[in-house]
């Protein structure tokens, strides 16, 4: 990380993250420079063995999630508080298609393609402040 960078992100040092997605693509590049910036994190994924695999290599902590139900999103969010104890930062990540896409998608997918995308960011940014 180059010198200028590591200085900007010093005050991301024993932080406490949780990030949701985290375990491949864009998550996976977050939690890569939060946990080199010094900062404990928790990857929360619902591909099991990416997550595992991604919080191994980054020394992160994993939980798997299913973030388009509410019961998968207070699952994620007690294993941040039981994991990391409190949580200074959350990175809403998740999100995708869960399978073929509209039209070729069934209802009952699309509509849990919908909740992951909608209520997966949703419910977590609610979830700390009640």
Partial sequence: MPHELAAQLDWLRGQAGL??????????????????????????????????????????????????????????MAAAQHELGRLDLLVNNVGGALGPTYPQASPELWMRTLDLNLHGVCWPSSSPCR
């Fill in 19 to 76: 990030v949701s997605g985290g375990a491949a693509g864009i998550g996976k590049a977050v939690t890569t420079r939060l946990t080199a910036a010094g900062a404990k994190v928790l990857i929360a994924d619902i591909d099991v063995p990416a997550g595992r695999q991604t919080a191994e290599q980054l020394g992160a902590g994993f939980v798997a999630a299913d973030l388009s139900t509410p019961d998968g999103v207070r699952a994620m």
